[in-house]
């Protein structure tokens, strides 16, 4: 995360597009409109990436007074990128139906392959690819929005716990007890896979 | 055998390659053009509102209640009856030198 301060070029942008010259606007998404497609696309499926990120800049131009110039543009922009994405999983989890299936056959014998002693330099690179997405997208689906957040933020992207604060808005507490907890449930899922597959049933 | 928290923290970290690996997907062209329309559509940004504006709505959002209450106030003070009042005021005024406590609490 960009700490620097606010590039002048930006505040004068910034100056202009409040003073009313709405196609001003055009220069700051045209220069971060790929800085914001690489944190939403880290957070959101694939087929929605495109649409969140228009939402990310629609809502910046809204919230443009907000920014007082005290941070780098990057930086309060990554904010409402993080926080978008946040409450697009929140509406999505809203009306989701309560998940109860296990994992697949196929996946459960991934996990199994992927944890044991055999597994090979050429599994972990072929691994990577499809299976390790789609048992992280099924383990993600199974927590809260405040979980997957937290734990996308501070275990997947290592961001520190006073980062994940600033950009979900919440306080340093919160955010530590929800990052344990996240973990504990992400554990408890895995784990339970993984014995489910042992006890073979 | 390895315990249940090292099997997971050689999972986690296969995941969190996974979700690294998110970064790499090409999703295409945002088309600004199409973001910059919806916000021509959206008009330019308004200054912020000054003190007395930010409370102008509530005026005349309440205007009515107001209005209502200052009539039911006016109907009220009509219907209560001021002669006490009036008398006490009258016998004050008339009559000082003989005024005793005992006239005052009708005695």
Same mark, same amino acid.
């Given at each position: 995360?960009? /700490?620097?301060? +606010?590039?002048?070029?930006?505040? *004068?942008?910034?100056?202009?597009?409040?003073?009313?010259?709405? /196609?001003?606007?055009?220069?700051?998404?045209?220069?971060?409109?790929?800085?914001?497609?690489?944190?939403? @696309?880290?957070?959101?499926?694939?087929?929605?990436?495109?649409?969140?990120?228009?939402?990310?800049?629609?809502?910046?131009?809204?919230?443009?007074?907000?920014?007082?110039?005290?941070?780098?543009?990057?930086?309060?922009?990554?904010?409402?990128?993080?926080?978008? +994405?946040?409450?697009?999983?929140?509406? $999505?989890?809203?009306? $989701?139906?309560?998940?109860?299936?296990?994992?697949?056959?196929?996946?459960? $014998?991934?996990?199994?392959?992927?944890?044991?002693?055999?597994?090979?330099?050429?599994?972990?690179? @072929?691994?990577?690819?499809?299976?390790?997405?789609?048992?992280?997208?099924?383990?993600? *689906? @199974?927590?809260?929005?405040?979980?997957?957040?937290?734990? *996308?933020?501070?275990?997947?992207?290592?961001?520190?716990?006073?980062?994940?604060?600033?950009?979900?808005?919440?306080?340093?507490? /919160?955010?530590?007890?929800?990052?344990? $907890?996240?973990?504990?449930?992400?554990?408890?899922?895995?784990?339970?896979?993984?014995?489910?597959?042992?006890?073979?049933? | 055998?390895?315990?249940?928290?090292? %099997?997971?923290?050689?999972?986690?970290? !296969?995941?969190?390659?996974?979700?690294? %690996?998110?970064?790499? !997907?090409?999703?295409?062209?945002?088309?600004?053009?199409?973001?910059?329309?919806? !916000?021509?559509?959206?008009?330019?940004?308004? #200054? =912020? #509102? =000054?003190?007395? %504006?930010?409370?102008?709505?509530?005026?005349?959002?309440?205007?009515?209640?107001?209005?209502?209450? !200052?009539?039911?106030?006016?109907?009220?003070?009509?219907?209560?009856?001021? =002669? #006490?009042?009036?008398?006490?005021?009258?016998?004050?005024?008339?009559?000082?030198?003989?005024? =005793?406590?005992?006239?005052?609490?009708?005695?």
């Amino acid at each position: 995360m960009n /700490n620097g301060s +606010c590039d002048p070029g930006d505040s *004068e942008i910034v100056h202009q597009v409040l003073a009313g010259n709405v /196609n001003a606007f055009e220069h700051l998404l045209k220069k971060y409109q790929n800085y914001v497609l690489g944190i939403v @696309r880290k957070h959101m499926p694939y087929d929605q990436v495109r649409d969140v990120t228009q939402d990310v800049f629609i809502r910046a131009y809204q919230s443009l007074r907000t920014f007082k110039g005290d941070s780098s543009f990057e930086q309060w922009l990554s904010t409402i990128a993080v926080r978008t +994405c946040y409450d697009f999983w929140r509406k $999505r989890y809203k009306s $989701r139906e309560l998940l109860m299936s296990s994992l697949s056959e196929k996946h459960q $014998r991934w996990l199994e392959e992927a944890i044991s002693d055999k597994a090979t330099q050429s599994f972990r690179e @072929r691994g990577l690819q499809k299976e390790a997405k789609e048992i992280l997208d099924w383990a993600l *689906e @199974r927590l809260s929005a405040e979980d997957r957040m937290v734990l *996308e933020l501070v275990y997947l992207e290592g961001h520190s716990v006073k980062e994940t604060a600033s950009l979900l808005g919440w306080s340093t507490a /919160n955010v530590k007890v929800r990052s344990f $907890r996240s973990r504990k449930k992400l554990n408890k899922l895995l784990s339970k896979q993984i014995g489910h597959k042992r006890s073979g049933t | 055998m390895k315990s249940l928290e090292e %099997e997971y923290e050689k999972l986690k970290g !296969i995941l969190a390659r996974a979700y690294q %690996e998110r970064e790499k !997907i090409e999703v295409g062209d945002l088309r600004p053009e199409g973001v910059m329309q919806r !916000i021509r559509k959206l008009g330019a940004i308004q #200054p =912020t #509102p =000054t003190f007395p %504006e930010m409370f102008e709505p509530f005026v005349w959002r309440l205007a009515p209640v107001v209005s209502l209450l !200052i009539v039911g106030l006016i109907v009220v003070l009509l219907a209560i009856d001021f =002669t #006490p009042g009036h008398d006490v005021f009258q016998l004050l005024m008339n009559g000082r030198e003989e005024l =005793t406590l005992a006239q005052l609490f009708g005695g």
